[in-house]
């Protein structure tokens, strides 16, 4: 598996809070750019797509405010996996054809600078250790009130609604894997209150121990895990 690692330089040295929306819509106007097609079936409004794809930020000596994320340096970056290989080229030619293009935001811009591709490690154990890079977002949706109640690793509830979580985006996109074996156990971690999307939801950070199949950690490692993936929740790293 491969992920991309992606460079940005900023006109000024700050960001919105609200980094998921402004990510996002990097994302779409480079897709869009690329091909309509695509576009229309990752963002059709006439429904909601469930994404292959996850990513995390990186922010040199980031001092966050109310409104802002303030940086030392003009430049952040992020890292972009996704389990399909298909879609993993489409992005990356979709990001080269935008690179050294000013994307501008209110009273500043960014400018993708650098697109690397670097080889993601084989698991090949079924118990591993994880440090989040980006905050883990667990929820129970009620279909029928369409309301959600979020949860973070201090809630009893916890480990079992991630699990449920997890058995729906597998049933979702059609990919069969018992996942009787898994489990997730916190370590060493952290409640945090996150923006999503304009909206204050408990999240989770930290170190948490996985348990499942090989096959299963490994499409976890490059999809992500919770809810929330493609807005830059749930992507992890191994610890060991």
């Known amino acids: 598996m491969t992920e991309l690692k992606l460079e940005f330089e900023l006109e000024k040295p700050e960001l919105p809070i609200e980094i998921d929306r402004l990510i996002v819509s990097f994302f779409k106007a480079?897709?869009?750019?690329?091909?309509?097609?695509?576009?229309?079936?990752?963002?059709?409004?006439?429904?909601?797509?469930?994404?292959?794809?996850?990513?995390?930020?990186?922010?040199?000596?980031?001092?966050?405010?109310?409104?802002?994320?303030?940086?030392?340096?003009?430049?952040?970056?992020?890292?972009f996996s996704?389990?399909?290989?298909?879609?993993?080229?489409?992005?990356?030619?979709?990001?080269?054809?935008?690179?050294?293009?000013?994307?501008?935001?209110?009273?500043?811009?960014?400018?993708?600078?650098?697109?690397?591709?670097q080889e993601m490690r084989d698991i090949k154990d079924t118990e591993i250790i994880v440090k989040m890079q980006s905050s883990l977002i667990v929820r129970r949706h009620d279909v029928s009130k369409n309301t959600d109640i979020y949860y973070s690793c201090e809630d009893p509830e916890f480990a079992d609604i991630a699990k449920d979580n997890l058995r729906i985006f597998l049933q979702k996109l059609?990919?069969?894997?018992?996942?009787?074996?898994?489990?997730?156990?916190?370590?060493?971690?952290?409640?945090?209150?996150?923006?999503?999307?304009?909206?204050?939801?408990?999240?989770?950070?930290?170190?948490?121990?996985?348990?499942?199949?090989?096959?299963?950690l490994n499409l976890l490692y490059a999809a992500g895990f919770g809810t929330r993936r493609s807005e830059g929740h749930g992507k992890w790293e191994i610890v060991y």
């Open 30 to 79: 480079a897709i869009q750019n690329y091909s309509e097609e695509l576009f229309e079936k990752l963002y059709t409004k006439e429904k909601s797509v469930l994404k292959k794809f996850t990513w995390s930020n990186y922010f040199p000596g980031a001092q966050f405010t109310s409104e802002k994320i303030l940086l030392r340096e003009k430049k952040f970056f992020i890292n």
């Open 82 to 117: 996704t389990i399909d290989l298909e879609e993993l080229i489409h992005f990356y030619n979709a990001f080269s054809l935008i690179q050294g293009t000013n994307f501008h935001m209110t009273h500043n811009s960014m400018k993708l600078v650098s697109i690397r591709t």
């Open 174 to 216: 059609d990919i069969p894997m018992d996942i009787s074996d898994f489990s997730i156990t916190p370590i060493k971690t952290k409640k945090v209150v996150t923006k999503v999307f304009g909206r204050w939801v408990d999240g989770s950070i930290g170190i948490f121990k996985l348990t499942g199949s090989v096959e299963l």
